[in-house]
């Protein structure tokens, strides 16, 4: 099962889809545009059954193997969402919609699932049903979540799941994956500090909310030095300071924090928030100030099943010649949700030296296309070999 040729075939023609997606950029499940190109491709490659909305945006498509003795059922996945950036690539297919670009390679997640779909759609060889999904709102709308609570598993029968992200820093076309928790829990935090504002010149007649959030920022890290289990793993991280006032000689009167807390157990996450919650409450008490906290559970752990780790690391080994294993990342991933539904596994592919996602210079690797569709659509062949 190396890179199937009818891939490099195809390559000019997905590679097309892919870059035309790059150009027209949608955000989380505002995707009129990107959805409708996915279901219309998807009826032109024949597919048995095409469902659109489901998750509010989301597409589905069916294709049915030459038989299906076994009424075995696999799912492939893949996001379709860009960011809220400013594309600074200075590309010819660079984003024409201002404040938004594919600065996560979403754009060419959903090109080689559409790639391996057509493949699949042509050849039907295999023995049960795949199920091609592609999902809305992954960066931070929790579209998976919104797919899999309107009955995705259970409307198309899906036994087991799988997906991908493209990896830069790691050479064209490789794999890497890991069993067990793989991506993390990804909260956030708003803290609003309320004391007492005044002049610059007379801080002994105010309660400086400045300093107290400082004091907060400080005590914070604590949670990770001093309150989890040095093995375990836990980022809390205080990303945004305001102040009410910006003026040189005034003291305001609340400053507001916003970050993250990120974890890959279930028990250090909720340790995590009582604390967090705890050195906040009383380092504000201690200096007479009061604090409002908004703490917002997001994606959980992603933590893929071991016997379809196996799986997916063999077709891995078949494509490429070798399948690595991953590092933890911190970073959030909604696959998560499906995880939790189903068994399955999540793969990272090599995107080569491009930029870091999320940046306003990456741009997917074209070049990795044949190893990810040959992926995708080997776990199909695999998982359900024809008769």
């Given at each position: 099962m190396p890179i199937k040729n009818r891939f490099?075939?195809?390559?000019?023609?997905?590679?097309?889809?892919?870059?035309?997606?790059?150009?027209?950029?949608?955000?989380?499940?505002?995707l009129p545009r990107t959805a409708g190109r996915v279901a219309e491709l998807l009826r032109g490659f024949g597919c048995d059954e095409v469902v659109e909305g489901i998750g509010r945006s989301g597409?589905?498509?069916?294709?049915?193997?030459?038989?299906?003795?076994?009424?075995?059922?696999?799912?492939?996945?893949?996001?379709?969402?860009?960011?809220?950036?400013?594309?600074?690539?200075?590309?010819?297919?660079?984003?024409?919609?201002?404040?938004?670009?594919?600065?996560c390679g979403h754009d060419g997640h959903t090109a080689m699932l559409l790639g391996a779909a057509r493949y699949l759609a042509e050849t039907r060889n295999f023995d049960g049903t795949a199920v091609v999904i592609f999902q809305p709102a992954e960066e931070g709308g929790g579209g998976g979540r919104e797919m899999c609570a309107e009955g995705l598993m259970e409307r198309f029968g899906i036994q087991e799941v799988y997906g991908?992200?493209?990896?830069p820093g790691r050479p064209v076309g490789s794999f890497a994956i890991r069993s067990g928790p793989f991506f993390a829990a990804t909260d956030e935090?708003?803290?609003?500090?309320?004391?007492?504002?005044g002049h610059a010149a007379k801080p002994h007649e105010t309660i400086d909310p400045t300093l107290v959030a400082s004091q907060i920022v400080i005590a914070l890290q604590t949670i990770a030095s001093?309150?989890?289990?040095?093995?375990?793993?836990?980022?809390?991280?205080?990303?945004?300071?305001?102040?009410?006032?910006?003026?040189?000689?005034?003291?305001?009167?609340?400053?507001?924090?916003?970050?993250?807390?990120?974890?890959?157990?279930?028990?250090?996450?909720?340790?995590?928030?009582?604390?967090?919650?705890?050195?906040?409450?009383?380092?504000?008490?201690?200096?007479?100030?009061?604090?409002?906290?908004?703490?917002?559970?997001?994606?959980?752990?992603?933590?893929?099943?071991e016997r379809e780790t196996g799986h997916a690391a063999e077709v891995a080994r078949a494509v490429s010649g070798a399948c690595d294993e991953a590092p933890l990342i911190m970073g959030g991933e909604?696959?998560?949700?499906?995880?939790?539904?189903?068994?399955?596994?999540?793969?990272?592919?090599?995107?080569?030296?491009?930029?870091?996602?999320?940046?306003?210079?990456?741009?997917?690797?074209?070049?990795?296309?044949?190893?990810?569709?040959?992926?995708?659509?080997?776990?199909?062949?695999?998982?359900?070999?024809?008769?």
């Amino acid at each position: 099962m190396p890179i199937k040729n009818r891939f490099a075939e195809l390559l000019p023609e997905i590679t097309a889809w892919r870059r035309d997606f790059h150009q027209h950029p949608e955000i989380m499940f505002d995707l009129p545009r990107t959805a409708g190109r996915v279901a219309e491709l998807l009826r032109g490659f024949g597919c048995d059954e095409v469902v659109e909305g489901i998750g509010r945006s989301g597409v589905v498509g069916v294709i049915r193997g030459r038989s299906d003795s076994r009424g075995r059922v696999v799912g492939l996945r893949a996001d379709m969402d860009a960011l809220p950036i400013e594309e600074a690539t200075g590309l010819p297919h660079a984003s024409r919609n201002p404040g938004a670009m594919h600065a996560c390679g979403h754009d060419g997640h959903t090109a080689m699932l559409l790639g391996a779909a057509r493949y699949l759609a042509e050849t039907r060889n295999f023995d049960g049903t795949a199920v091609v999904i592609f999902q809305p709102a992954e960066e931070g709308g929790g579209g998976g979540r919104e797919m899999c609570a309107e009955g995705l598993m259970e409307r198309f029968g899906i036994q087991e799941v799988y997906g991908l992200h493209n990896w830069p820093g790691r050479p064209v076309g490789s794999f890497a994956i890991r069993s067990g928790p793989f991506f993390a829990a990804t909260d956030e935090f708003e803290i609003t500090v309320i004391g007492k504002g005044g002049h610059a010149a007379k801080p002994h007649e105010t309660i400086d909310p400045t300093l107290v959030a400082s004091q907060i920022v400080i005590a914070l890290q604590t949670i990770a030095s001093r309150n989890v289990d040095p093995v375990q793993h836990v980022v809390v991280s205080v990303t945004s300071f305001e102040t009410a006032s910006r003026a040189f000689n005034v003291i305001p009167p609340s400053v507001q924090l916003r970050g993250t807390v990120r974890t890959l157990d279930d028990a250090v996450r909720d340790l995590a928030e009582r604390r967090l919650v705890a050195l906040v409450e009383g380092t504000a008490a201690a200096h007479g100030a009061r604090v409002e906290i908004r703490y917002l559970r997001g994606y959980p752990v992603m933590a893929n099943s071991e016997r379809e780790t196996g799986h997916a690391a063999e077709v891995a080994r078949a494509v490429s010649g070798a399948c690595d294993e991953a590092p933890l990342i911190m970073g959030g991933e909604d696959f998560a949700y499906m995880l939790q539904e189903r068994p399955g596994a999540y793969i990272l592919l090599g995107n080569g030296d491009t930029a870091m996602v999320h940046h306003p210079e990456y741009d997917f690797n074209d070049e990795a296309i044949p190893a990810g569709c040959s992926w995708l659509a080997g776990m199909v062949e695999a998982r359900m070999p024809a008769r």
